[in-house]
């Protein structure tokens, strides 16, 4: 009952932060939505991460009545302006020594949140590569990958003060890893089958 209870006032906490962010985000960028009818269900959101702006956007993207239990670097909570939305959106982990502990922190947020928002690439850094942990998440769980493909018309990330460019937020259609894989040769070595499925996992996303 305790853990009903505490689910209901996190979405309800949720949803006023989603609202609240949505008075900004909607006009700030200009949002546009498409695809949001693939956000039925259980399933492993993921995106590329170019700016702090992004959980904000794919958060109001998908509404308030769709919480999104993001998996959050530690290193997020130094920006003062996000900390609080991180804190209300996201479960914070250590991706640099990642632990027992924090492993057993994201299986609790995807036993209590439908979906699950995780950024492949770990950081916002140029040119970094994408991690294969969304993936094996998503076998763990048994859950699809849904991507989401965050197309700004202009500078992204922003160019402050007045350089917010029009977004487009595509959510495209639900696949398993199994789908992901298809193709590959059997027997190959799992750390270059997981490098290939990361590699495809982002095409995906840009596709959508």
């Known amino acids: 009952m ?3 209870l505490a689910d209901r006032i996190r979405d309800v906490l949720y949803a006023a932060l989603a609202v609240l962010a949505s008075v900004v985000v909607w006009p700030l960028f200009r949002l546009s939505v498409r695809g949001r009818k693939n956000l039925q269900g259980k399933g492993i959101l993921v995106a ?8 904000l956007i ?19 909570l130094r920006n003062p302006l996000f900390a609080p939305f991180v804190w209300g959106f ?24 439908k979906i699950i928002g995780i950024f492949p690439e770990g950081t916002t850094r140029p040119g970094a590569r994408p991690k294969p942990g969304a993936i094996r998440f998503a076998e763990l769980l048994g859950r699809p990958l849904i991507p989401a493909n965050i197309v700004p018309h202009g500078p992204y990330p922003p160019s402050y003060p007045l350089g917010f ?19 590959l040769p059997e027997g190959m070595p799992r750390k270059e089958r997981y490098r290939l499925l990361a590699e495809r996992l982002m095409e995906r996303i840009d596709a959508a």
């Open 2 to 4: 305790q853990s009903w």
């Open 48 to 55: 590329r991460h170019r700016s702090y702006w992004d959980i």
């Open 58 to 76: 794919l958060c109001v993207a998908a509404g308030p009545l769709r919480r999104i239990g993001f998996l959050a670097r530690r290193g997020l």
């Open 90 to 113: 996201a479960t914070v982990i250590d991706r640099e020594a990642f632990s027992t502990r924090d492993f057993r922190k994201a299986v609790r947020a995807a036993e209590r949140n």
């Open 165 to 183: 460019p029009k977004v487009e937020v595509r959510f495209g259609r639900p696949f398993s890893v199994e789908e992901l894989a298809k193709g």
